[in-house]
């Protein structure tokens, strides 16, 4: 994984801006991902996810991009708020429905007011 | 409602002593989890439950026993425990068949700090 056992790796963006968040996985077998953001003090919630045979999935005021030929995963805020300051975190698993999920070393993303 | 609990939220104890965390969720979902999370934010999947039965064990030390009551529930014991234990522990559940999404549910966490 990267910059694991490291530190977090940070971003800080202006309120009202869009920030984007990237993530490198190694499995070249993964077939879904998840982004899930989490809170100080709460647990990761999730906030989308995309399946391997797709590129791009959109939801509010949030896009995942899909890169499977660099194994690469972006998380796109639009218009971001201090409600969006948090740690966001990529999952992947290998087989959707095998239960396991693995985690990513997770952004910690501040809004600027 | 919460959907996914875990109690305590906060333990504070010596090495060396044994303590549980219970977990309960309400969502009806057949497979609950246990993962930890260090210092560093690293969430790392321990162990998984499928309707009572096991279904992951990541290489975790046997002092840490998962148990599994109903399908609602999944607790977590730990014996003897060491310095190194000491992160939040965060139970989360799932429904992957059925139409279910897959999507993990989790639980506000349970801060365990070892002196």
């Known amino acids: 994984g990267e910059n694991v056992g490291l530190h977090l790796p940070t971003l800080s963006v202006q309120e009202g801006d869009n920030s984007i968040i990237n993530c490198a996985y190694s499995?070249?077998?993964?077939?879904?991902f998840i982004w899930y953001k989490q809170e100080s003090g709460k647990g990761p919630q999730f906030i989308i996810d995309?399946?391997?045979?797709?590129d791009k999935r959109q939801g509010q005021r949030v896009t995942v991009l899909l890169n499977k030929t660099v194994k690469h995963l972006s998380l796109q805020i639009a218009a971001t708020q201090p409600g969006d300051s948090a740690v966001y975190f990529c999952?992947?698993?290998?087989?959707?429905?095998?239960?396991?999920?693995?985690f990513g070393t997770g952004t910690r993303l501040t809004i600027i007011p | 409602d919460t959907a996914v609990s875990q109690t305590p939220k906060y333990l504070v104890t010596q090495m060396g002593n044994d303590k549980s965390i219970k977990c309960e969720q309400n969502?009806?979902?057949?497979?609950m989890y246990w993962y930890k999370q260090d210092s560093k934010k690293f969430l790392k999947i321990m162990f998984s439950?499928?309707?009572?039965?096991?279904?992951i064990n990541e290489t975790v030390p046997n002092r840490f026993s998962p148990k599994s009551p109903d399908k609602a529930h999944l607790n977590l014991h730990i014996n003897s425990l060491e310095l190194g234990d000491s992160a939040v522990y965060f139970c989360?559940?799932?429904?992957?068949?059925?139409?279910?999404?897959?999507?993990?549910?989790f639980g506000e966490g349970s801060r365990l700090t070892v002196l």
């Open positions: 989360a559940s799932s429904q992957w068949t059925g139409g279910g999404t897959g999507e993990l549910f």
């Open positions: 499995n070249s077998a993964s077939d879904y």
């Open positions: 995309i399946r391997s045979n797709m």
């Open positions: 999952a992947e698993m290998v087989n959707f429905g095998n239960e396991k999920l693995t």
């Open positions: 969502l009806g979902h057949d497979t």
């Open positions: 439950y499928n309707n009572k039965e096991l279904i």
